[in-house]
């Protein structure tokens, strides 16, 4: 985990307006928003590396509540266009939405209802077979 954190801050574009890491209290006041908790390596995630900016995908983050990376507001919009209820939103994309179950596995779920056979068994995998490799 901590080569990806590495990696993924070695390769971070410079913004003119960087992006910040949450503090505990704003993880958790996004689980309260979402009326769920996130699984263990999303909330690594998201306190260790959600400051990156790379490439064309967004994955959500939950330090500034504006944002169009929000992750309660992109969950719920996620849910609005029939992602499953169990799932929460990591990241929009072209096809559809990469999300979170509660084990920790991602799963890209494609507009129209069905997933893709693709499955990462955590955020981690996801982020060094495809965060990573589609800049």
Do not use: K
């Amino acid at each position: 985990m901590q080569d990806l954190i590495d990696e993924l801050h070695e390769v971070a574009e410079s913004v003119p307006v960087p992006l910040e890491l949450p503090e505990h209290d704003q993880v958790v006041v996004a689980q309260e928003q979402i009326l769920m908790p996130l699984p263990t390596e999303f909330r690594e995630f998201l306190m260790e590396a959600s400051d990156v900016v790379y490439g064309t995908l967004e994955p959500v983050t939950v330090a500034d509540p504006l944002s169009h990376t929000y992750l309660p507001e992109v969950t719920a919009m996620a849910w609005s266009q029939g992602m499953p209820r169990e799932m929460v939103a990591l990241c929009e994309c072209r096809e559809g939405y990469y999300c979170v179950a509660q084990d920790g596995e991602v799963r890209l779920w494609q507009y129209g209802g069905d997933y893709d056979p693709d499955v990462w068994e955590n955020v981690w995998y996801w982020v060094r077979d495809v965060w990573l490799e589609c800049a």
